[in-house]
């Protein structure tokens, strides 16, 4: 079945409302009053129903008229932003932007490039997710993704593009009220045997998970995100080694404190990462105002 009700149809019936009268809604569409009633009429005519209550002076609509006039604005106003996102698209824009944040980076810089991208282009819907650890290549590799910010390591594959941000360095922390805190520095790994280490769980579903910090032998807290972990290990649940410029607060704050162990955990390379074949310009322009930015130690990105 065919309906009756037209884009063209809606449209004159929303000029008509607006504007209070026929022969003013025919100035507005550039149209002849006749062809304007002509149109009402034969909406009306096969809708069986009728749309303007024509006892008064103003054109007015019926409980049955305002309710086809209410949805067919939104008809109205979906049809615009399709044709809208088709043109955007024809032109080289995404009409959905995937960004993935590596869970070691706080999500405040890429929330900067977000405001300033949508004064750019503010019809490109913009999805972020977090990933950790090998997830982050992972949601790329599987195409969860069209960008990564903070990728640790190298990519699993060929065809994707990188650009290295820096290196994260991981200080070994504990609650500035934990037993451990009080022992001579450097600790050897048996002082802390008898602790739990707070572990990130790794978010990969098909590449092979990667481990961070994993003490042997010692109980673990898994959490999901370095978030919950510094929560975790601020209420001395439990120990471990958490990004330097993730934690400026808890120490300035006494909440954390630093350990030396004997054998520190090495820095890790961050990139940031993407499909070299994806040629969509909102990706171009994420990725030339990353390649600006550095990441910092002590501060982040």
Known sequence: MISPITLDALRTLDAVDRRQSFAAAADELHRVPSAVSYTINKLEEELGVALFD????????????????????????????LTALARQAADGWEVELRICVDSVLSCDPVYDLIEAFQRVQPRTEIRLSEEVLGGSWD?????????????????????????????????????????????????????????????????????????????????????????????????????????????????????????????????VEISVAWHRSNPGKGLKWFVDRLKRMRFDADSGL
Do not use: W
């Open 54 to 81: 024509r006892s008064r002076r103003k054109a007015e609509l019926t409980p049955t008229g305002r309710l086809v006039l209410e949805q067919g604005r939104q008809i109205l106003k979906a049809t615009e932003e």
């Open 139 to 267: 949601a790329l590799n599987d195409d969860r993704c069209d960008l990564v910010i903070g990728a640790e390591g190298a990519p699993p594959a060929q065809g994707f593009g990188l650009h290295p941000l820096g290196k994260v360095l991981f200080e070994f922390a504990v609650a500035a009220d934990h037993p451990l805190a009080e022992l001579p520095m450097p600790l050897p790994e048996k002082a802390i045997q008898d602790y739990p280490t707070v572990i990130v769980a790794d978010s990969s579903r098909h590449l092979p998970v990667r481990s961070s910090g994993l003490l042997d032998g010692r109980s673990r807290i898994i959490v999901p995100t370095i978030e919950r972990k510094i929560e975790v290990q601020c209420k001395g649940l439990g120990v471990g080694y958490l990004p330097r410029h993730r934690i400026a607060k808890e120490l300035a704050e006494g909440t954390l404190k630093l350990l030396t162990l004997d054998a520190p955990r090495p820095p």
